[in-house]
């Protein structure tokens, strides 16, 4: 017998994302156009601009996808499309686009929470996911640390309490003029030199709670203190100091609950350092350590349909109705 096929779409925010993942969740094709250069010259993501590219990309990107898999529409199974958290005008992009082809092709659709596709992308990096694990999830918009005990099942351990840490290096990078997104470039120039300006670590010493706008600020003083300020250094000190705070938060909770597993999910998991210093701290546990490819941390659909194929088990197909929840949060355990 074939395997069931799963449409994923994902338009949240500015990349366009399309996916077939089957039921054992193998990944039969994942598109993503991204629309970084066209918001590259305003330091961020412009809504109206990225909600005018999705409409203008969403069907080569999802035709794209389909003949990757080399499948049609009538062939799957069903169409899982990111219904929140985002940009309203984006997410009415992919969700109207996944009604009406599930509709002409008779097949259900079903909303999908965008943090629980980041959440789902471990099984990007492993099918095999043990539970319970500790799961990180760092991204533009959010910054949490998680508890998973079961397939979906979240516990809150604790979450930023103001900017997220990719907003953190996207605000650094565009005060530096370096551009939009900040993390892989001031990831690059990081990459192998020293921490010499000592910043703050906020909140190390506390929980799992996180803040990065106090060291945000400070980096900015630093500079304007310095006009002579070397970006390397800068962004050595910024990343360093980011990492010994995800560190530390990651190290309490291997202590306090010596799980199996560590999965580290969401955009800021494309950053090497980030990669390699979680590898050390999972080897030092003896823990494994569960992060997705690259390409499967930034926004994509393929994370859509993993999670998709879990919402469909459990919740089954979404209301004709449903619409953008710009403001969507995670349902904890
Ligand atoms: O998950 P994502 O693609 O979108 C959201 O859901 O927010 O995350 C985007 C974030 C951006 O802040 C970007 O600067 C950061 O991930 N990012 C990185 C790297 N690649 C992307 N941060 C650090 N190092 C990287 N290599
Ligand atoms: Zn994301």
Not at 229 to 244: G, I
Not at 296 to 312: R, Y
Request: hydrophobic share 50%.
């Amino acid at each position: 017998m074939t395997a069931q096929l799963l449409l994923a779409i994902e338009t949240s925010c500015d990349e366009t994302a399309a996916a077939v993942v089957d039921e054992t969740l193998a990944v039969r094709s994942s598109v993503v156009a991204s629309q970084v250069d066209l918001h590259a010259a305003f330091g961020g993501v412009v809504p109206e601009l990225a909600s005018r590219a999705h409409v203008e990309t969403i069907t080569p990107v999802v035709t794209q996808a389909l003949a990757d898999a080399g499948v049609t529409g009538r062939e799957l199974a069903g169409v899982a499309v990111t219904s929140g958290p985002g940009l309203v005008g984006a997410l009415l992009v992919g969700i109207a686009t996944a009604k009406a082809l599930a509709l002409g092709w008779g097949v259900p659709v079903v909303g999908v929470n965008h943090l629980e596709g980041h959440l789902a992308s471990v099984y990007l990096a492993d099918p095999d996911v043990p539970f319970p694990h500790v799961a990180l999830l760092v991204s533009g918009g959010h910054c949490m640390l998680t508890r998973a005990t079961a397939p979906g099942c979240y516990q809150l351990l604790g979450e930023t309490v103001d900017d997220s840490i990719g907003e953190a290096y996207d605000k650094i990078a565009r005060f530096l003029g370096l551009g939009y997104p900040g993390g892989p470039v001031l990831d690059r120039l990081a990459a192998g030199h020293e921490d010499s300006l000592a910043f703050p670590r906020p909140m190390l010493g506390e929980g799992y709670a996180f803040s990065f706008s106090g060291l945000k600020t400070a980096v900015v003083n630093q500079v304007r203190g310095d006009p002579a300020f070397s970006e390397v250094e800068v962004a050595a000190s910024f990343v360093a100091a980011c990492m010994d705070v995800l560190t530390a938060k990651l190290r309490r909770a291997l202590e306090e609950f010596g799980d199996p597993a560590l999965a580290i999910v969401g955009g800021v998991a494309a950053s090497p350092i980030l990669r390699q210093r979680a590898q050390v701290l999972a080897d030092e546990f003896g823990t494994r350590l569960l992060i997705p490819p690259q390409a499967m941390a930034t926004d994509n659909a393929a994370m859509i349909g993993v999670a998709g194929w879990h919402a469909l088990a459990t919740r089954g197909p979404s209301p004709g109705d449903f619409g953008p929840e710009p403001d969507l949060r995670l349902r904890f355990a």
